[in-house]
């Protein structure tokens, strides 16, 4: 007689996934003592050079860091982090001078990330993407920098821009993110690393897609970055971040700001496929994943956010975008899978300053194992935005019966010709859906997977070709397992 | 093809079908009839393995191969073929990503190459067209939004792409007007030759005006209380399911 | 208003000592039952020790309690005598013809103290609690806090709390086992106005239903200030149990004008197979904060809470509801809609909570808005909170315009764009009066609305904004 475990169950089964990237690189680093207090501040910009105005902007952002309180007003539960504990600089040793070329680089380096997918060897490199890797604390190597300067295109570590481009940085560093915009965020400004400095210059469409590559390997040791893209005037930039950490039992923390500015007719696609170390079966270990995001439009510009977020043992999450030029566009698109104990509270806001200033929400949650999701957004429409219009939709898949999916939207208008449209579903993976897969021949893993990417859809297909392959393969692994 | 013997199954514990055996050959229409809760789904359900449905005792052999032993993909990719009364929505999964998922699959274990998209994408628009389905249907999710009719016409497109050997068509007139219902008939028909067979499971005798049937049994009580030819459904149709009941008892 | 600079927390103090003051008058009289001391101890005990909420209160985020430090300068004096003189009150022109005709049993509460003299008899099953025997006395202290009491502790409502502290008197509605109630049961609470109309008036309001297995009942709670632009601050908290297979059709009216500050609650659990079908509409005013907390403790339960809230000058109304989910196969529906002119805010936070245990449930909540004026404000806040795989849940919230195609049509009929908005407006609510079950209440809401949204154009959706963006 056959015996068929049921739909749900096989679909347990299917998630229940290995973390691929959850390896250890043996790479020496120096690595600070775990502390945080002033000297550690002037210490990370010391090792950076950087001049008097850098360590000043710093000191700010601790100094107010140390009057504020950690939020707690997220659908997360987690033990209290003991700031004192973090090591906040680490830096592959290899490191110290960085080096010229890729040939210098410690070909350890270089063989963590092609074992992670990511050749850095331009001939290897998928072509039209150009790399900046960044390991623990530090930028590795950038790829393409020839090929992008000959389009006016500024693509570096930031601590490099700090040096070369002063003027920018001074402009733009915490115009859209302010160092004291929350306690994450000031403990970002005071203690960043490194991270990505994009420029593109007016009416420039960038000839590659540009791609961040974040690695944490030390342990105990926080990672910081900072990115700053700026989009000049009629320019057009499409950017992609993917991020994995090794497998420890240790939680540890990582605590990102990402801005961006797109003035005047300016476009940013910023994608990120995020699958940090996400922990163990237990909820055990894994990346505290606590990242400010957020971009400022000006007229007719736009900025699209599309994420997938399959790691991290919580993730506290706001991809935003304040609309503050007439008939700019905000886009917001959001896969975030939960597996085992991984809580996610993410979501996004969207301020709409400028007249006829619109935007779409689109939020996918699928919960699974022990795990909780929630959708957190914000839609608000000041009075001067005229004509200005939302749409919301924020679905929630449930796998099994001991997780969560949750939705809160908060909607503050105050322009009445606004158009707000927020709705929400929650559904499961149904055994109907499953037998009539099964039915037709299907097997339950490709059942699964197909019926999951179906779910995710809307949101795959805004990121680019490269990426779209890879988080339908993300999944797919997450989804990969023994069948009954 | 198919010999189900001394069949008997249950549903949450509670017994539905009783010695039931039946003997399909191949190419044979037989016409399942009965009144609501005799247990004409409940077969469907049995035979294609669908979760919930305990067999507690019997055998079924399907070409020669224990079905039993098969599970839900295992029966589908050897030709069986159930045609829902209430075919789900699969949201964001396109019709035509999930047809060929389907038709690779059957492919594969009949040791055929996979159709090239291009190919299958011909077959797939030729097909809808077959049933009166626009080929726009091709890319939408699964059953999103479809109207009954729509759906049921879904399903014996399905049904024609994957060639079974065995389709079980559960009440699929129930719901249909008469031109939808001529659709699926003529549909079904087009596929009726010497080596395919069709269980027909219905309420109603209206769809056996279009597809006639080679037999029908009159399940009752989970057991077939009366078998004959086609007459014997314009006989229920007229005296109605009551005068079998002595038979059940 | 008062020129004492007093921060909101005051009120909080204030009203403490208020409830002490009352303890003491009632000890004199000796005549309160031990569950009311009970009663009156907890809740001032609970009051005084929930923090005062701020603007990083969840709860209170939108909805400022600032305009409450009004009610710290007056004297509330007058809060501890018994009601006394009311008919004068009640018999007055301005309450009678607020008072709704239709045929139902009616009973009227000035301040929170019954008015024999305007109401009918009391029903069997219904009593005062200060008139309780033994027996009725037991019900209450059974029933009253009960839903409040399995409340996350985060969530319980601050001013049901104080309602507790202030408990003096109050109805209940007793339906014992399979009793239908024939006719509706009119609930007035009639505020009434301060001596000389210089200070503000205090009331304490407070209903309890317990209706048994498979008992019916109607009941209309109609809140209504005796005097325009009276200031007084009304807690009414209605608190509601429903049996195995009891049905309920409650409709809560909340009228009342820019002066009065009212903070009501509604709280309710539903057994098995019981049925709510709730309606409630208010009209905004300083502060005007109505919460439904609502719970299926029994399967099968089904509950249906229709709201309109219309907020226009500087009002504000604020609307939230919470649905918990304990127990499988519970159905909900929630539909609320609301329309904000002027310089009003209006905010709705509905929130649904399903439990890990509560499998099949189906649930659905949606809330539309009309905004008419750009310094106007409305706060949505639609929730799901999910623990269980197999339901059916679904929420929406929308802020827009009146639709065009409809406009159009009206137009095309010889109908004037101006009326074609009034009308479409006032659709825009309509839709759900019509699902109330009393026609006469339909037709006087239906009546006082359509005069109100032709009179005042604060409720009817203008296209002239937009245009004005459109061509520019």
Not at chain 1, 324 to 338: I, M
Not at chain 2, 90 to 105: H, R
Not at chain 3, 391 to 407: K, P
Request: with cysteine.
């Amino acid at each position: 007689m056959s015996e068929q475990v049921s739909g749900n169950a096989q679909v347990e089964d299917l998630m229940r996934k290995d973390y691929a990237a959850g390896f250890h690189s043996a790479i020496e680093s120096d690595t600070l003592p775990p502390g945080l207090d002033e000297d550690t501040v002037r210490f990370i910009s010391a090792q950076k050079e950087e001049p008097e105005w850098m360590l000043e902007w710093r000191l700010k952002a601790y100094r107010a860091w140390r009057e504020m309180a950690e939020p707690t007003w997220a659908h997360v539960h987690y033990p209290e982090i003991d700031f004192s504990s973090i090591s906040y600089y680490s830096s592959p040793k290899s490191m110290k001078n960085r080096p010229k070329s890729l040939d210098e680089v410690d070909p350890e380096l270089i063989a963590t990330y092609e074992k992670l997918g990511i050749p850095l060897h331009e001939q290897a490199a998928l072509a039209g993407v150009a790399v900046d890797a960044v390991f623990d604390s530090v930028s590795v190597v950038t790829t393409f920098r020839e090929k992008l300067y000959e389009a006016g295109v500024i693509f570096c570590p930031i601590s490099e821009a700090v040096h070369k481009h002063p003027e920018l940085v001074k402009k733009y560093l915490g115009s859209v993110v302010p160092q004291k915009d929350n306690f994450y965020a000031a403990l970002n400004s005071a203690v960043f690393s490194d991270g990505s400095f994009v420029y593109i210059p007016k009416g420039v469409r960038c000839p590659m897609e540009l791609s961040t590559y974040f690695r944490i390997n030390e342990l105990n040791t926080g990672q910081f970055e900072r990115t700053l893209i700026i989009a000049e005037e009629g320019s057009h930039v499409s950017y992609l971040e993917g991020c994995t950490a090794p497998m420890r039992d240790e939680n540890q923390l990582h605590a990102a700001v990402v801005e961006l500015v797109a003035l005047d007719d300016a476009t940013i696609k910023y994608s990120t496929v995020q699958n940090w170390y996400p922990g163990d079966k237990n909820g055990k270990g894994g990346i505290y994943n606590f990242v400010t995001k957020r971009g400022i439009a000006h007229k007719n510009a736009r900025i699209s956010w599309t994420q997938v977020e399959t790691g991290s043992a919580v993730t506290w999450k706001y991809p935003s975008c304040i609309l503050k030029g007439d008939n700019s566009v905000g886009e917001f698109y959001s896969v975030a899978l939960t597996n085992n104990f991984q809580q996610a509270d993410t979501g996004t806001k969207m301020i709409h300053l400028g007249k006829n200033t619109s935007s779409t929400i689109i939020a996918k949650g699928i919960s699974a194992g022990r795990s909780n999701s929630s959708y957190r957004g914000l839609v608000r429409m000041n009075p001067g935005a005229e004509g200005a219009r939302n749409f919301t939709q924020c679905d929630s898949l449930l796998i099994g019966d001991q997780c969560g999916a949750h939705t809160f939207p908060y909607i503050e208008n105050r322009n009445s010709s606004a158009v707000i449209e927020h709705e929400a579903t929650t559904s499961k993976v149904s055994d109907d859906q499953m037998f009539l897969c099964q039915q037709r021949g299907l097997d339950a893993e490709k059942a699964v997977s197909m019926i999951v990417n179906g779910f995710c859809r809307e949101v795959f297909k805004e990121l680019p070709m490269e990426f779209a392959v890879e988080a339908g393969k993300l999944l797919e692994v997450s989804l990969e397992g023994s069948v009954g | 093809m198919l010999e189900i013997n001394k069949l008997n199954a249950q549903v949450e514990d509670k017994q539905i079908l009783h010695d039931l055996s039946l003997n399909i050959k191949a190419g044979e229409v037989h016409a399942i009839m009965g009144p609501n809760g005799s247990g004409k789904s409940t077969l469907g359900n049995v035979l294609t393995g669908r979760d919930g449905y305990e067999v507690l005792s019997g055998d079924i052999t399907f070409n020669g191969k224990n079905l039993l032993d098969m599970g839900i993909e295992e029966r589908a990719r050897e030709g069986m073929f159930l045609a829902f009364q209430y075919p789900v929505e699969i949201p964001g999964v396109s019709n035509m990503e999930f047809l060929k998922a389907a038709v690779d699959a059957r492919r594969k274990h009949q040791g055929l190459e996979e159709l090239s998209s291009f190919d299958f994408m011909k077959l797939a628009r030729d097909t809808s067209k077959n049933v009166s389905l626009d080929p726009s249907f091709l890319k939408r999710g699964v059953n999103e939004g479809f109207s009954g009719g729509e759906k049921k016409r879904n399903e014996i497109m399905q049904m024609m792409l994957l060639e079974p050997s065995l389709c079980i068509l559960d009440e699929t007139d129930s719901g249909l007007d008469i031109d939808a219902l001529q659709v699926v008939a003529s549909g079904v028909n087009a596929m009726r030759n010497s080596e395919r067979s069709f269980i027909v499971v219905t309420h109603y005798q209206r769809l056996l005006d279009f597809i006639v049937p080679d037999y029908v049994h009159v399940l009752a009580g989970g057991k077939i209380v009366k078998s004959g030819d086609k007459e014997l459904a314009r006989e229920l149709e007229a005296k109605g399911y009551g005068w079998l009941e002595g038979e059940v008892a | 208003m008062s020129a004492i600079a007093t921060p909101a927390a005051e009120f909080q103090k204030h009203a403490l000592t208020l409830a002490a003051a009352q303890s003491a008058t009632i000890a004199q009289h000796n005549n309160s039952p031990a569950w009311m001391t009970t009663l009156r101890e907890q809740g001032a005990a609970d009051f005084a020790r929930t923090p005062w909420p701020g603007r990083k209160t969840e709860q209170w985020k939108y909805t400022s309690l600032q305009s409450l430090q009004d009610f710290v300068a007056a004297d509330w004096g007058a809060a501890l005598v018994p009601a006394a003189g009311h008919e004068a009150v009640t018999t007055g022109s301005a309450v009678s013809s607020a008072l709704l005709s239709f045929d139902a049993t009616r009973l009227v509460f000035v301040d929170g103290v019954f008015d024999a003299r305007a109401s009918d008899a009391l029903p069997s099953g219904m009593t005062l609690f200060s008139l309780a025997d033994d027996a009725a006395s037991k019900i209450i202290a059974d029933n009253l806090g009960r839903v409040a009491g399995s409340v996350d502790a985060a969530r319980r409502n601050l001013f049901s709390m104080l309602n507790n502290a202030w408990t003096r008197d109050g109805l209940l509605v007793h339906l014992p086992r399979s009793v239908t109630l024939e006719k509706p049961l009119y609930i007035a609470h009639v505020s009434s106005a301060a001596p000389a109309n210089t200070e503000a008036t205090v009331a304490n309001q407070r209903v309890l239903v317990v209706m048994e297995e498979g008992s019916s009942a109607q009941i209309v709670e109609h809140y209504i200030a005796s005097t325009p632009g009276q200031a007084a601050f009304v807690n009414a908290l209605t608190e509601i149990q429903l049996g195995n297979n009891a049905s309920l059709h409650h409709t809560r009216l909340n009228m009342e004008d820019e002066a009065l500050s009212h903070v009501g609650a509604v709280h309710l659990n539903l057994q098995r197979d019981a049925r709510f079908h709730g309606f409630t509409i208010a009209e905004g005013s300083r502060l005007k904060r109505i919460d439904y907390q609502m719970n299926h403790c029994g399967q099968g339960a089904e509950l249906n809470l229709d709201g309109v809230y219309l907020a226009r000058n500087k009002q504000l109304v604020d609307y939230h509801t919470t649905i918990e989910h304990r127990v499988p196969n519970g159905t909900s529906k929630e539909v609320f809609r609301g329309i904000i002119g002027d310089k009003a805010r209006a905010v709705f936070n509905g929130r649904i909570h399903i439990h890990k245990d509560a499998q099949k449930t189906l649930a659905e909540l949606n809330n539309r808005n009309l905004l008419t004026s750009n310094s106007a404000e409305i706060d949505t806040k639609p929730e799901l909170e999910i623990y269980a795989d197999d339901v059916r849940c679904a929420h929406g919230a929308t802020i827009s315009q009146l639709d065009e195609t409809a406009l159009y049509y009206l137009q095309s009929r010889g109908i004037s764009p101006a009326q074609a908005r009034v009308m479409l407006s006032f659709g825009f609510i309509n839709e759900l009066l019509q699902g109330l079950p009393h026609e006469d209440i339909k037709t006087a809401l239906g009546t006082h609305l359509s005069a109100l949204f032709a009179a005042d154009r604060a409720f009817v959706s203008d296209g002239d904004v937009r245009d004005a963006a459109e061509s520019a």
